[in-house]
């Protein structure tokens, strides 16, 4: 059997412009924080694409499950107030 030899994996988020959503732009190998910055830094902003970058453990992410559909998602559907259309948004609001 051969041993797994990668650096841990980090998911990678990219804030385009100050104050906006940070997106998920990938993810890179980094044995430590600092040196998933850096590498996040050099493959997904070379070109002067982000204001902030996040970098986050993958094993520290917790996701729901195809099984967990009905239970998540599904209970919101008679409660209209959780959809956007409900609500008059104010006029210049950004974001919401």
């Known amino acids: 059997m051969s041993k797994d030899t990668q650096l841990d994996l980090w998911e990678v988020f990219i804030q385009a412009k100050v104050g906006g959503n940070h997106v998920h732009a990938g993810s890179v190998h980094a044995s430590d924080g600092k040196m998933a910055l850096q590498n996040a830094r050099d493959i997904y902003t070379r070109r002067n694409e982000g204001s902030s ?5 993958s094993d520290c992410i917790v996701a729901s499950t195809l099984s967990d559909t009905e239970m998540f998602f599904d209970p919101s559907a008679d409660k209209i107030y959780r959809h956007p259309t409900f609500y008059v948004l104010p006029e210049g609001a950004k974001q919401i």
């Open 53 to 57: 970058i996040w970098v986050v453990p």
